[in-house]
Every structure is written in C-alpha cells, then in structure tokens.
Nanobody, 115 residues
C-alpha cells in the first residue's frame, strides 16, 4: 500500500517562499508520476504541478514561473518550491502518486499566505 507523507506547509507573507516535500513508500513500480494538487476553501481540488519518472513536468498556468516541481527518485521524494507566494495560493496542498491508473493521496499540508 502506497503511503505519502507531506511536510513543509505553514504561514508565509505575500512574496515569500516555501518548499513542500512528500516522501512516498510502498511503491513497487519504478514508473510513476508524482504531483501536487491544492484545494482552497469552497473550491475544487486542482492540479498545481506534476513530474514523471523521466523528469517531464507540467504546471498550472497560475503558478508557472513561481513554482518549481522536482523529484529525487532515490529517495522517492517530490518537492514543490514555491516562490513569490500570493494570497490566492492559500490552500491545502496534497501530494499525489500515480502508478498507472491507480492514484494515491497524502493527508495534505496547509499553506496560508497572509500578511
């Protein structure tokens, strides 16, 4: 069973930076996509960014140029570096691992951008 443990959320002022981390365990396949989604109050969960096992990335238009996703396959860890944070980035951020058609989710980490 896949388990995902996220860390790195918190309170930050507008313009600040945070880095989220997600460590995966229990994955048998060596081919999987890792990603970050977020859900703001009253809104649907949305894709923030994801990265394939080969390092191909894609990101939401709203975060391009500000957020960077990366992964360390040896550590089964995915990172989300978030720069120039805005109040509208406030949300619960969820780690996701996709192995073929099967997706697994972390418990979420709260990010609050406020002065």
């Amino acid at each position: 069973q896949v388990q995902l443990v996220e860390s790195g959320g918190g309170l930050v002022q507008p313009g600040g930076s945070l880095t989220l981390s997600c460590v995966a365990s229990g994955i048998i396949s060596s081919i999987y996509t890792m990603g970050w989604y977020r859900q703001a109050p009253g809104k649907q969960r949305e894709l923030v960014a994801r990265i394939t096992g080969g390092g191909i990335t894609n990101a939401a238009d709203s975060v391009k140029g500000r957020f960077t996703i990366s992964r360390d396959n040896a550590k089964s860890t995915v990172y989300l570096r978030m720069d120039n944070l805005k109040p509208e980035d406030t949300a619960v951020y969820y780690c996701n691992v996709q192995v073929g058609p099967i997706g697994s989710w972390g418990q979420g980490t709260q990010v609050i951008v406020s002065s």
